[in-house]
Nanobody, 121 residues
Framework: QLQLVESGGGLVQPGGSLRLSCVAS????????VGWFRQAPGKEREGVSC????????KYADSVKGRFTISRDNAKNTVYLQMNNLKPEDTAVYYC??????????????WGRGTQVTVSS
């Protein structure tokens, strides 16, 4: 079964950090660009970050630039999202998705079920 599983979410105070992981099973991420998305209650899903197949190209939403870092470890079939200096407005369900095409195509083939991130004091 082809699937992506996110983990690492939780409750954190403003200014804190979390690292999300996205692990693929049933297929290898080596040939896929991987993106992170989030959806807050009552809001549309938004793209947060994306990393190319080889990891040499990354993209970030303006709202997270300088605070979030995406990376990948193909040996572990895993993509990470390091989130620092978290703000209450970062509260959302975070999803990862894999695309058999560049990040710029904005079309993803596989999606995880999400992990909740809550930033609150």
């Amino acid at each position: 079964q082809l699937q992506l599983v996110e983990s690492g979410g939780g409750l954190v105070q403003p200014g804190g950090s979390l690292r999300l992981s996205c692990v693929a099973s049933g297929f290898t991420l080596d040939y896929y660009a991987v993106g992170w998305f989030r959806q807050a209650p009552g809001k549309e899903r938004e793209g947060v970050s994306c990393i190319s197949v080889g990891g040499g190209s990354t993209k970030y939403a303006d709202s997270v630039k300088g605070r979030f870092t995406i990376s990948r470890d193909n040996a572990k079939n895993t993509v990470y999202l390091q989130m620092n200096n978290l703000k209450p407005e970062d509260t959302a369900v975070y999803y990862c998705a894999a695309a058999g095409r560049p990040c710029s195509a904005q079309s993803f083939d596989y999606w995880g079920r999400g992990t909740q991130v809550t930033v609150s004091s």
